[in-house]
């Protein structure tokens, strides 16, 4: 996908001292569902990504590869009963100046096929899954997330880490609008 256009969205102040973290993941869910309904494929960034502390601070912004699919999206998420009072919408624009390209790439833990498990014994086997586990944990205590409700109404955290990318990763985002590892979506540093 090929970030060409974008909105802006910004978290109003909370009165009942709910997180920022937690009001993301109300509005991502939103944006998978808005999405799921209108067929339009969107990748989300935090422009204020660390830049108070531990921080993704209180604006997403949802970019898209066209002003038209946008204006979809952006219609469906305007239209949750919540969404006026939380949040703040701003006008669709097209990407001009760019300073670079950076990615969120999603974490996630799975057990993982071990390949080529012939001869392995099952205790070796367990042994590996238990030390991708704690690896993967080590990281994660290092990652900023936020919690969202799936679909299904399970509740997992999108953990998130922002890597370098270049102009010509255009892969595709999952259902949340991140990167995965094998799709990595090039999103533009705006100045």
Known sequence: ??????????????????TNWDR?????????????QTNVKFAIDFPEWMREGFSLGDRIRVFGSESNSLNQLYDSI??????????EGGRIRTVK???????LLHHSFGGGVIKDRKGIGLDKIRETRAQR???????????????????????????????????????????????RPTQIIALPVLP
């Open 133 to 179: 586990k704690m690896a993967f944990m080590a990281k994660a205590q290092s990652l900023p997330y936020i919690k969202i409700l799936s679909s299904t109404g399970k509740q997992f955290c999108l953990r998130l880490e922002r890597i370098h990318a270049t102009q010509s990763d255009t892969g595709e985002p999952n259902g949340y609008g991140v990167s």
């Open 97 to 103: 100046e760019v300073k670079g390209y950076h990615a």
């Open 78 to 87: 305007e239209a949750c009963s919540w969404f006026e009072d939380e949040v």
């Open 1 to 18: 996908m090929i970030c060409s256009s974008y909105f802006d969205l910004k978290l109003r102040p909370s009165a009942d001292e709910i």
């Open 24 to 36: 993301f993941g109300r509005l991502i869910r939103a944006l998978h569902v808005g999405a799921t």
